[in-house]
């Protein structure tokens, strides 16, 4: 099946201008490729005009073709279309049909009026394929993102479409599920020789498998088509705001020369030995400065133990303490029992067992508008906190809510506006923002209140590098110049290499290690049992059979932080 775009160009209603500009791309039968770009670029864009939903049910102007197997597509039903491509989505949530997670998957199957006999084989053998297989009667709902995202997934493969459209299937997964997603993506692909088009934000990830061209977006255009070894060898992944993998980041940094007829995109290929004098310089030891001086406990956290149906612990018995000033990762596989502490601080829920204390004071004894004052904390989905039409009303309803006057509360949304990359948007609704930006919306609302801690969950979730990184280095001076603690619950590797101190991690609701974060960085086993992986950056230093693999991760952040 061929799909190509011919001089495309799409304008949403509510806009001027068009949002994809002159699109020109053929992806054949069985190819698979992956699309990149900033926020905005119109990935997500052109991955609704492949699935149908533009112009079915997003409305707007297009000019030139899209053609399916030579089919013009305007000419084309919706329900032509999904037979033809089917997509699992980033807001998995909307994507939920069934009461339970059997029904899910089987809901495709439902609609081909297969009898429920020949059903359950196919059902099961799919949800075990995504590792869901014990899981049938939950409902979707009470799983936690990466579970969700599997369920989608599991939900489009029992479908036999000849093009799969992945939209940021990696977003709400810890390393090693998403690792095994893009194992399942690839065998699948091998198998069935079905065309697969993957959107996604994390290149190195997706990049764990063969993939045969990257497409680079930017502003609405394809400013890049190129196999991944080109791409990675030439400028246009820095120019454009993408990040690039670690361990290429690592081998630029030491001078190595590298080129396009190099097998770079895949670091295992790479012949490394050529490069060891450049890396020697390396395990000369690094004296790294303090980050800062602890003297006061902010959060102290002790023999906390909860559980959500009164038989399994999502935690038990988990000790540890955050010093005012730090900058500390919560790091664990999807249901871990991470985001549950962040329920436990805000008050949502309160502890079986233990306490959680703050500032010396038991957060028992602070209502959640009490809590809120003190800690600001922003959640994996945007969509969950918002509750304003526009962007200035839902930045500002806090500080409308302490009683601010109009003029006070004005000047401090502007500055919130500017410092988090906003500020041309302050007019617009938030309906109007890709989930990138809404991401952007809710930290903003937080930021405006001045919190004493901040705690981020999935902060790079939806967020393209560019953004996350101007936003990062904003709490990164918040902490820094202004003292505030800051907490972030992340599965992105990459990210609390390079903005952490010191990381907790939790595996199946018990507290396995509380070290510096390259220390917790440097052991594969421990990783492995909170459902993590080594970055590139750790298989790099092994294979040039560095010894004190700590010591290198350590100097390579602090060059990074320098070239910041």
Not at 9 to 32: A, C, M, Q, V, W
Not at 126 to 149: F, I, N, W, Y
Not at 205 to 211: C, G, I, N, T, Y
Request: charged share 20%; aromatic share 6%.
């Amino acid at each position: 099946m061929t799909i190509e775009f011919s001089d495309f160009s799409f304008r949403y209603e509510s806009l001027d201008k068009p949002t994809l500009k002159h699109i020109n791309l053929r992806i054949e039968k069985g190819e698979k490729i992956v699309i990149i770009g900033p926020s905005g670029s119109g990935k997500s864009t052109l991955g609704q005009c492949l699935n149908g939903l533009i112009p079915h049910s997003v409305k707007g102007e297009t000019s030139g073709q899209l053609s399916i197997n030579g089919h013009n597509c305007a000419q084309l039903e919706l329900h032509q279309m999904t037979e033809q491509i089917g997509t699992v989505l980033q807001d998995t949530d909307s994507q939920f049909v069934g009461l339970s997670i059997g029904e899910d998957i089987a809901f495709a199957l439902e609609n081909q009026l297969m009898s429920t006999i020949d059903m359950y084989p196919i059902v099961k053998s799919t949800a075990k394929m995504v590792e869901l297989e014990t899981m049938l009667d939950r409902s979707p709902h009470d799983l936690s993102g990466g579970q969700k995202q599997r369920v989608s997934l599991a939900g489009i493969l029992v479908d036999d479409v000849d093009t799969l459209l992945f939209d940021e299937p990696l977003a709400a997964l810890d390393p090693k599920t998403g690792r095994r997603t893009i194992e399942i993506i690839d065998q699948l692909h091998q198998e069935s020789g079905k065309t697969i088009i993957i959107i996604e934000h994390r290149l190195e990830d997706v990049l764990h498998r063969p993939v045969d061209r990257i497409i680079l977006m930017e502003q609405g255009e394809i400013v890049a088509d190129m196999t991944p070894d080109e791409l990675l060898a030439s400028p246009l992944l820095a120019k454009h705001g993408i990040r690039e993998p670690l361990y290429l980041s690592a081998m630029k940094a030491a001078q190595c020369s590298l080129n396009s007829t190099d097998k770079i995109a895949d670091l295992s290929k790479i012949s490394l030995e050529q490069f060891k004098p450049q890396f020697s310089q390396w395990q000369v030891a690094t004296n790294l400065a303090s980050h800062h001086d602890a003297n006061e406990t902010l959060i102290d956290v002790t023999d906390l133990t909860y559980s959500y149906d009164g038989e399994k612990n999502a935690l038990e018995d988990v000790n540890f303490t955050i010093q005012r000033g730090e900058f500390v990762s919560i790091l664990g596989k999807n249901g871990s029992g991470k985001s549950t502490i962040t329920k436990l601080i805000m008050g949502v829920i309160e502890p079986d067992a233990g306490n959680i204390h703050f500032a010396g004071q038991n957060l028992q004894q602070l209502s959640i508008f009490e809590r809120s004052q003190k800690i600001g904390v922003v959640m994996q989905n945007p969509n969950h906190m918002i509750s304003h039409h526009m962007i200035f009303d839902e930045i500002a309803f806090g500080l409308r809510n302490k009683g601010l006057s109009e003029a006070e509360v004005t000047l401090k949304v502007e500055a919130t506006l500017e410092l988090c990359g906003l500020s041309k948007y302050r007019n617009w609704p938030v309906e109007a923002l890709s989930y990138g930006q809404k991401k952007r919306v809710t930290i903003a609302s937080i930021l405006v209140l001045e919190p004493e801690l901040l705690i981020l969950d999935e902060p790079t979730a939806g967020q393209d590098y560019r953004n996350y990184t101007a936003m990062l280095n904003f709490i990164q001076k918040l902490n820094k110049e202004l003292g505030i603690t800051v907490i972030i619950i992340s599965h992105d590797m990459h990210l609390v290499l390079e903005y952490t101190h010191r990381s907790i991690v939790i595996s199946d609701s018990k507290l396995i290690a509380d070290a510096p974060m390259t220390e917790v960085f440097s052991q594969p086993l421990l990783l492995d049992k909170a459902n993590l992986t080594t970055t590139s950056l750790y298989k790099l230093a092994d294979r040039l059979a560095i010894e004190d693999k700590n010591n290198f991760m350590q100097y390579f952040i602090q060059l990074e932080s320098h070239a910041a």
